[in-house]
Every structure is written in structure tokens, then in C-alpha cells.
């Protein structure tokens, strides 16, 4: 139990489908909320390996049409967003359109998107709707369902209420926001990671565990995210170097799934901080792939936050078997260099030069840092202090 209960909400997908195979439940599970499937998938493996064509296969034989409306392999932007909900616009709204998105953080942040902008977005283009930069405009209209099917393990964007939207002129990153964003169906099937390479294995996976960790730790933490953030972390912290190290890890690759999911459902409703904040920069100025630039940022952000947090710090240290110390302050300290030690042993580099940093890139990052991922932080750092932090880190 918390220490407080005060008043809070909770948003998830109304279905989650987990375990081995289950990819191929797609067919019954987006029959039910609709007869016209338009797919978006990630990258051109998935159809090398057959994997599109079996759901394209599930889908008819549970009576839904299949049309594929997409194929990205980077982030997603403006254009992608604006032209693909065009096109499904294209096909006209019947009411029984189900958008399925297969594939990493971009495909379902992609077709998150799309279902949002095809019901909300008529002569508008999703550049309106984005935190920040847009004309303010808000969603009123429920976007069409979506099912997602995660080939990676660790965004969590199955479970998340915001796609994250780029452009490169003018160069930004935001979010497209809302409630009514939340997937209505998951499918997690392990089986689809085992061939990811090691190195967007130990991305990926680290991306989950900084959301597990800074939804944990934020300022806007709430008791059932929390609880599924301990879940989470208890189950990914022991498999993460496992899952890198023997890809065909079978129960690595299932805790890693599962932790991922867990991530997106809390930092969902939690919010996250400043390793979020700052990888937000990183991926927009020098395209540093997001999970990576969360994992160099991780131990700062834990170090920034250590002062007010120590108590939650000590306590995730438990989640590494870490005996009890005498004191919150030892064992917060010695939670953070296990972090710390973790990520180097999944190559990940401890310093931002190694990602391609140099030293006149720091303001423009400490200016972009700065979003809904930062407020949640902690502790708020002013704009001299991040930028000592950074450059410490160069
Ligand atoms: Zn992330």
C-alpha cells in the first residue's frame, strides 16, 4: 500500500492478450471491434518472415477485410501522419474500420495517429493537435480502434495515451495526446522478439526499464502504476542482460515482453522525468535512436534525483536482491551503480560524447529537454544546472 491515497485515474487497454503464439489470435480479437482491418506495420522483416501474412491470414479467416495502408521504419512525422490518415480517409468511413499496427514504438505511434486524425482531423493536418507546437486544437471524437501488436520490447506505446510526432523543418518532437488514444486491444506474443538484434534488444529494453523507473520516481506518480512499476522492474532488471546476451532466452524474452507492457501502462498515468526529458532532445538533434539516449541518460537522471528520492531508490534495490543496508542513503547509492553496471555490461556508453554530443550542442539540448517528460521529474533543474549536468556527462 501507498502511503496516501489521494484521488487518482487509471487508463489501459480494455484487452490484454500475452504468451507465446497468441499473435495469432489477431483475427478473433479485432473482429470484435470491427470488419474492416487497416494494417500499419514497422519494418520490411515482418513480412520477409511471414509474420504480416499470417495476421493478414487470422484477419480473413475471422471475416475481417485486410488492407495494408503502411510500412515505416523511422519515427514517425507530420507527413507520414497527415498522408496516411488521408489515404484511409480515402476508403471511405464505414464505422467498422479496426487499425492494426504491428511493429515498434514508430508503427504504433504511427497508427495510433492515423485511427486519431482520420475521426478528429478533417482539413487539419495532426501538426494542430501536437503539445506545444500546434494550434492548440483538442480531440473531441473517438479515433478509430486500435489493436496493437509490439515486435519489440520496450516502448510500451501498446499501452500509452500519446504518439510521439516529428518534423525536421522545423525540427521538433511532440506529443499527440489524449485519453481516447489508449489502443483498445493488445497482442503480446514474446515469440516476435527473438530475432531482434542485441543491440535494439538492449535499447529497447532499457527504454522500458528508465519508464519503469522514472514513472516510479516521478512527481506525478500514482499508487497503481507504482505497484505495476515494482512488477515490472522485479521482472525485466534480472533478464535484460540474459535477453541480450542469448536472444533465444525464452524467458528472458517473456519478462522482457511483459515489462515493457507494464512500462507503457505507468508511465501512461504517471508521467516520467529527466532522462525522458533529455532523450527527447537527444533523438531530435542528433537522431540518437530514443532508447539508447534514455539508457546513457538513466544513471544522471537517478543521481540528479538521489537527494529527494532516497527512500524509493533504496527500496528498488531490493528488486536486485541488494541486502538491506542500515541506511536509505547507501542502499539508494548502491541501487544506482547496479543501474549504472547494468547498462555498461549491454553496451551501452556511460558518456554523451560517444553518442555523437559535442559541447556547442548543449543549449540547444537543455532548451529541448524541456516538455511533459521534465515536469515530471523530481526535482527541477534550472537551465544552468542541466547544463552543468550535461556537460559532465560529455
Ligand atoms: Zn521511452
Known amino acids: 500500500m501507498p502511503e496516501s491515497l489521494s484521488s487518482f485515474d487509471f487508463f489501459a487497454p480494455a484487452q490484454i492478450v500475452f504468451g507465446w503464439g497468441r499473435v495469432g489470435e489477431i483475427g478473433p480479437v479485432a473482429r470484435s471491434l470491427g470488419r474492416r482491418a487497416f494494417l500499419v506495420s514497422g519494418s520490411t522483416t515482418l513480412e520477409r518472415n511471414g509474420v504480416l501474412q499470417a495476421i493478414e491470414a487470422s484477419l480473413e479467416q475471422a471475416g475481417l ?101 516529428s518534423s525536421v523543418d522545423p525540427p521538433f518532437k511532440k506529443s499527440l495526446r489524449s485519453a481516447l488514444m489508449v489502443p483498445r486491444a493488445v497482442v503480446i506474443d514474446p515469440e516476435l522478439t527473438v530475432s531482434l538484434p542485441a543491440s535494439v534488444t538492449a535499447f529497447t529494453g532499457m527504454d ?67 532522462a525522458h526529458g ?61 543501474i549504472d553496471a547494468l547498462a555498461r555490461r549491454i553496451g551501452i556508453p556511460a558518456r554523451l560524447s560517444a553518442i555523437g554530443v559535442q559541447r556547442s550542442d548543449l543549449p540547444a539540448l537543455v532548451r529541448a529537454s524541456r516538455g511533459s517528460s521534465m515536469d515530471g521529474n523530481p526535482r527541477q533543474l534550472d537551465d544552468e544546472e542541466l547544463g552543468g549536468l550535461l556537460e559532465a556527462m560529455l
Open 65 to 165: 477485410s485486410a488492407t495494408r495502408l503502411a510500412t515505416i521504419s523511422r519515427e514517425p512525422q507530420v507527413a507520414d501522419v497527415d498522408e496516411t490518415a488521408r489515404r484511409l480517409c480515402g476508403h471511405g468511413l464505414t464505422g467498422e474500420e479496426v487499425v492494426i499496427a504491428l511493429g515498434g514504438g514508430s508503427a504504433i505511434d504511427l497508427a495510433k495517429a492515423v485511427a486519431a486524425m482520420a475521426t478528429n482531423g478533417r482539413q487539419a493536418s495532426v501538426r494542430d493537435f501536437l503539445e506545444g507546437v500546434g494550434a492548440g486544437r483538442t480531440m473531441s471524437e473517438p479515433p478509430l480502434p486500435v489493436v496493437a501488436i509490439p515486435t519489440t520490447a520496450g516502448t510500451g506505446s501498446e499501452a500509452t495515451k500519446n504518439a510521439v510526432i
Open 208 to 274: 522500458a526499464i528508465t519508464q519503469l523507473i522514472e514513472s516510479y520516481l516521478s512527481r506525478r506518480a500514482r499508487p497503481i502504476p507504482r505497484a505495476l512499476a515494482l512488477e515490472g522492474l522485479s521482472a525485466a532488471l534480472p533478464a535484460i542482460a540474459r535477453a541480450v546476451e542469448n536472444p533465444g532466452d525464452r524467458d528472458a524474452r517473456a519478462r522482457m515482453a511483459y515489462a515493457a507492457l507494464l512500462s507503457g501502462l505507468a508511465l501512461a498515468n504517471s508521467g516520467l522525468g529527466l
Open 278 to 338: 533529455v532523450a527527447a532532445a537527444l533523438g531530435m538533434h542528433g537522431s540518437v535512436p530514443h532508447g539508447l539516449a534514455c539508457a546513457v541518460m538513466l544513471p544522471a537522471a537517478l543521481r540528479a534525483n538521489r537527494d529527494v528520492r532516497r527512500a524509493d531508490l533504496a527500496r528498488l534495490g531490493t528488486l536486485l536482491g541488494t541486502v538491506p543496508s542500515d541506511s536509505d542513503e547507501v542502499a539508494a547509492g548502491r541501487f544506482i551503480d547496479s
